[in-house]
């Protein structure tokens, strides 16, 4: 008793199929395999479809991650600087007793409960 429906090559019914499409499913023996670099197909449409499809789901994985990182990274490097900015601005003028400066540097400290 042979079960042809279980396991047999799409193209040669006789033949034990050893792979499943990757893109598909279809069962395919050892001669009808197609190897390519994701994996194992039963057709060149079927792993070229796949190589498409891989590639679009990484360019727009990579593409999404990369746009919240450099949002992110513009956000805080403006922060960064803004804030860099204003502390040596206020430091200066405090240090050179710029009055103007001064003043609005003593108001900072009060506001963060140091002056
Ligand atoms: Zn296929
Ligand atoms: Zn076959």
Known sequence: MVDA????????????ATVRCKQCGT????TCVVIGPTGRFCSAAC????????????????KGRSNVFM???????ALIVVAAVAGAVLVVGYM????VLKDIAQKALVLIGKG
């Open 5 to 16: 429906t279980r396991s047999g090559c799409i193209n040669h019914p006789g033949v034990e």
């Open 27 to 30: 069962p395919v023996c050892n």
């Open 47 to 62: 792993q070229q479809r796949h190589v498409a499809f891989t590639q679009r789901a990484q360019q727009f994985e990579g």
């Open 71 to 77: 949002r992110l990274r513009n956000v805080v490097g």
């Open 96 to 99: 050179f007793e710029v009055p």
